[in-house]
C-alpha cells in the first residue's frame, strides 16, 4: 500500500489531514456551518461540511438525504445501504454510474459538529476512511488552529475568521476578537506574499516594514532580526470626531519571511486592550497542495 | 459574457500579436509597442480631443518580461516554468499567467496560437 505523504489543513475549527497533492480551492460559510471544496491538480476531490448543533443527528438518515440530493450530480442510479464506521460516524455509496462515488459522515460530541465529506470523484474507500478518522474538531471555547493557503497561526477562541480572499501571489485572511457576541474589539490581518525577494529589492525587512507605516503615524519598533521585524504605529484619530477627543489609532505590525519558499507574511493587528503577539510559527509553514510531510511545532 | 473554445495548454502558446514589436530597455526590460491606432469616423475626433495616444506601449516588469522571452513554449509548460522560476504553487503560476495573458490580449498586444 502506498502511503503519501499529507499535510494538515485548518479551517474554522476543522482540521484534517489531506494528501500532500491535495489543495482547498473554495471555502464558504462561517463557524457554524460551512464548507470547504478540494481538488488536485484540476481533479476535484472531495467536498466537506461542517455543521454544529445541540442534537445528535441521526447520522443514516443524514447520509441517505444527501446522498439522494447529490444523485445526480454524481451520474449515479442508486443509493448502497449505509455502513457503520463506528459508532459516530457512517458511509453510503451513490451506486450505478461509472463508478462508485462515496458520501461519509461523523458526528463529534465534544464539539457538537456533524462532518460530512462527499467525494467529487471516484477515490475508493481506504483513502476517505483514513481522511475522516484522522479529522479533528475544536470545541467553542478551545484554542484553534487556522492553516490554510500557507497562513499557519494559532488563535485563541475568541477568535473568528471573517474572511479569506486568495490571489495568485497572496492571500489574505482577516479575524475579528469578540469580547462578548456582538462586540469586536480587536482586528487581525494576515498576509502572504509571493515573491518575497521581489517585494523587498535587497532592503532589509524593518525598512520594507517602516514603509506601511502612513506618513502621519509615528513608528516605534518592537524588534528587528533579519528575518523578522515588528513595529508599532500611532497616528491621529480615524474620523474628526475621535481626533476632537484626543483618540489615536494605533496598529502593530509583525512581518517575518520564509526564505525556502520565498514568501513574506504580515501580521496586522489593531482594536482595544492587548494585541496579539507575533504568531509566527517556528519551522516551516506546511501546506497543502507540496509534498511535505511536517507538521509545525505545537500543533496536536 | 462570451466564451471562446476549450483550448489544450499543451497545445497553445502565446506569440506577439501582428505588428507588435518588442524592444528591450537599458534595464533590461521589454517594451511593447502596439501597431499604430487609426480610429476612424466619430472615433478619430474623440480621439483627437481626448490626445489619446497613436498607438498603444506597454513596459513590462521583471516577470512579465521573464515570461513574454518564453513565448515559443506551450502554456502548460511555460506555467511550469513560472512556478519553479518564482516558487509559486502550480495553481499561482497558472492564475497570474491568465490574468497577464488577458491583459495583454486586451490590448491588442499578444494572441493565443496553436504550437507548430
Not at chain 1, 202 to 226: C, F, H, I, K, S
Not at chain 2, 68 to 74: N, W
Request: net charge positive; proline share 6%.
Amino acid at each position: 500500500m502506498i502511503i503519501k505523504a499529507t499535510a494538515r489543513c485548518s479551517w474554522q475549527g476543522v482540521s484534517h489531514d489531506l494528501p500532500s497533492t491535495w489543495e482547498v480551492v473554495g471555502s464558504y460559510g462561517g463557524w457554524k456551518r460551512g464548507q470547504i471544496l478540494v481538488a488536485e491538480d484540476r481533479q476535484p476531490r472531495l467536498a466537506i461540511s461542517w455543521n454544529r448543533h445541540q442534537a445528535r443527528p441521526d447520522l443514516d438518515r443524514t447520509l441517505v438525504k444527501v446522498a439522494r440530493r447529490h444523485l445526480r450530480e454524481a451520474g449515479a442510479r442508486s443509493i448502497a445501504p449505509v455502513q457503520a464506521w463506528g459508532p459516530d460516524a457512517g458511509a453510503v455509496a451513490m451506486v450505478g454510474g461509472v463508478s462508485e462515488i462515496l458520501l461519509a459522515a461523523r458526528w463529534y460530541p465534544e464539539a457538537r459538529t456533524t462532518l460530512i465529506w462527499r467525494q467529487l470523484s471516484a477515490g475508493g474507500t481506504g483513502l476517505l476512511r483514513r481522511i475522516t478518522d484522522a479529522t479533528t474538531v475544536c470545541t467553542d471555547g478551545e484554542p484553534v488552529p487556522w492553516r490554510i493557503h500557507g497562513l499557519d497561526l494559532t488563535l485563541e477562541p475568541e477568535w473568528r475568521s471573517e474572511g479569506l480572499q486568495v490571489l495568485a501571489g497572496m492571500v489574505r485572511g482577516v479575524w475579528f476578537r469578540y469580547r462578548n457576541p456582538r462586540t469586536v474589539d480587536h482586528v487581525l490581518v494576515m498576509r502572504r506574499y509571493a515573491c518575497a525577494s521581489l517585494i523587498l529589492a535587497g532592503a532589509p525587512l524593518m525598512t520594507w516594514l517602516r514603509r506601511q507605516a502612513d506618513e502621519r503615524e509615528t513608528v516605534t519598533v518592537l524588534n528587528d532580526a533579519v528575518d523578522q521585524a515588528g513595529i508599532v504605529c500611532e497616528g491621529p484619530g480615524k474620523t474628526l470626531w475621535r481626533r476632537l477627543r484626543g483618540r489615536r489609532e494605533q496598529r502593530v505590525l509583525h512581518a517575518w519571511l520564509d526564505p525556502d519558499a520565498d514568501r513574506l507574511t504580515v501580521q496586522e493587528t489593531c482594536g482595544r486592550g492587548t494585541a496579539p503577539i507575533c504568531l509566527r510559527q517556528q519551522g516551516p509553514s506546511p501546506r497543502c497542495g507540496t509534498p511535505q510531510n511536517q507538521e509545525a511545532p505545537g500543533h496536536p | 459574457m462570451t466564451r471562446g473554445p476549450n483550448l489544450d495548454p499543451e497545445r497553445t502558446q502565446l506569440a506577439l500579436a501582428d505588428g507588435v514589436e518588442a524592444h528591450r530597455t537599458a534595464d533590461g526590460v521589454l517594451r511593447l509597442r502596439g501597431p499604430a491606432l487609426r480610429p476612424w469616423g466619430p472615433m478619430k475626433a474623440l480621439a483627437w480631443l481626448i490626445r489619446a495616444p497613436k498607438r498603444i506601449e506597454v513596459e513590462l516588469d521583471q516577470i512579465g518580461t521573464w515570461v513574454v522571452d518564453r513565448l515559443d513554449r506551450p502554456l502548460a509548460h511555460l506555467a511550469q516554468d513560472l512556478a519553479q522560476h518564482l516558487k509559486l504553487s502550480r495553481r499561482e503560476a497558472e492564475t497570474a499567467l491568465a490574468d497577464f495573458t488577458r491583459m495583454l490580449q486586451r490590448r491588442h498586444l499578444i494572441r493565443l496560437v496553436e504550437c507548430p
